[in-house]
């Protein structure tokens, strides 16, 4: 008989984390098991259409859980999995699932420890060491525990006392070698791709820009959306940036192609699939050090350039030595490129598909 498998997403975007939950929910073998896939809000996905899609109507993950303990007693099927992915949605999925309904949980993590560590206001401090204190406490009960890189893992396991499994982001299919290089003491074309938002700290480029010496021979784009489109805006405009911000585009591969530089300065991470692909492009690649996930994709330093967390000032600098010499950054590219096997969508859902199939 099939196993059931429910892949919980309760706000379905265009992210990497959206990517990463369709990958996982298209390699799965439908003989092997029946899928449905639960969402609060109203997406296009692209699924089998023997993939069953269900929208739950709720105004929150915690109450949506009081339906999805119904759509899971109506389901005669004597053998299920529970998949959920960030801390938020997987300490409700522990209680209600494992606890509740004694149904297996396969709990996958996207983001460091240090997600709940970082908060704007004081309210936001008060949910986070809420979820924070049930990690703590709930964690060891589900059945697997799984994280998108080694640090986030080891980090996790050490606060949490139980094996935690790391399953890469499968997101490298293929190298796509770039004709052109930046050639020295040109204008530089500077890219990052990620949601505009306090997590993920645009500012820290603009800043870093606002503060060269070589401000008038660099052009940003900045390719996402999210609450801080108009803050960014604004401060480019008032210091008189050169910045093009671009909103809902799916496919980036011109961006990749077209662009010098990628900088991705965020305040924590699990295991951006964006950076990923950057290198993928064979582009030069300079990160915050945000746990987790910097170190592994640009090998310690050796595949890329970083610097500490909102330290503009170190970054402008990196900018204008990748202005006046870009031959040891374009080394330490090749260096990246080459261990981007780790990254593999074949291997990754291989190792994927093997964790679930002994749950």
Not at 238 to 250: D, H, Q, W
Not at 342 to 350: A, D, E, H, M, T
Request: proline fraction near 2%.
């Amino acid at each position: 008989m099939k196993k059931k498998i429910y892949f919980f997403n309760p706000y379905p975007g265009i992210g990497g984390a959206d990517t990463l939950i369709h990958r996982f929910i298209n390699s799965i073998s439908l003989k092997k098991y029946d899928v449905e896939y639960l969402t609060l809000k109203k997406k296009n996905v692209f699924f089998s259409n023997k993939i069953k899609c269900t929208q739950i109507n709720s105004k929150s993950t915690l109450l949506s859980f009081f339906k999805i303990l119904k759509i899971i007693k109506n389901d005669k099927n004597k053998n299920k999995i529970f998949f959920s992915m960030q801390y938020f949605c997987n300490v409700w999925s522990i209680i209600f699932i494992k606890l509740f309904c004694n149904i297996k949980t396969f709990t996958y993590e996207i983001n460091h420890l240090n997600e709940l560590k970082n908060y704007q206001n004081i309210v936001e401090k008060f949910k986070k060491n809420v979820i924070l204190f049930l990690v703590k406490r709930l964690y060891k009960y589900s059945d697997i525990v799984a994280t998108n890189s080694v640090e986030c893992s080891k980090d996790l396991s050490s606060f949490i006392n139980r094996k935690v499994r790391t399953i890469y982001n499968p997101c490298f299919e293929k190298l796509n070698l770039k004709k052109n290089k930046y050639k020295k003491e040109t204008k530089i074309r500077i890219l990052n791709i990620a949601r505009l938002s306090y997590q993920k700290d645009q500012l820290t480029i603009l800043k870093a820009i606002n503060s060269s010496k070589i401000k008038n021979y660099i052009k940003l784009t900045l390719v996402g959306f999210g609450p801080l489109k108009k803050k960014l805006s604004n401060f480019a405009k008032i210091n008189k940036i050169n910045v093009k911000i671009i909103t809902n585009k799916k496919k980036l591969n011109t961006y990749y192609k077209n662009n010098d530089l990628f900088l991705y300065p965020s305040l924590y991470e699990g295991l951006p699939t964006t950076v990923v692909e950057a290198a993928s492009f064979c582009l030069p690649i300079v990160t915050s050090n945000f746990k987790s996930g910097s170190k592994e994709i640009l090998c310690s330093g050796r595949g890329g350039y970083t610097f500490n967390i909102k330290d503009y000032k170190r970054l402008s600098n990196i900018i204008y030595e990748f202005y006046l010499n870009p031959k040891s950054f374009y080394k330490k590219e090749k260096f990246c490129r080459k261990n981007l096997y780790r990254f593999s969508k074949y291997i990754n859902l291989k190792k994927f598909n093997s964790v679930l199939n002994r749950i």
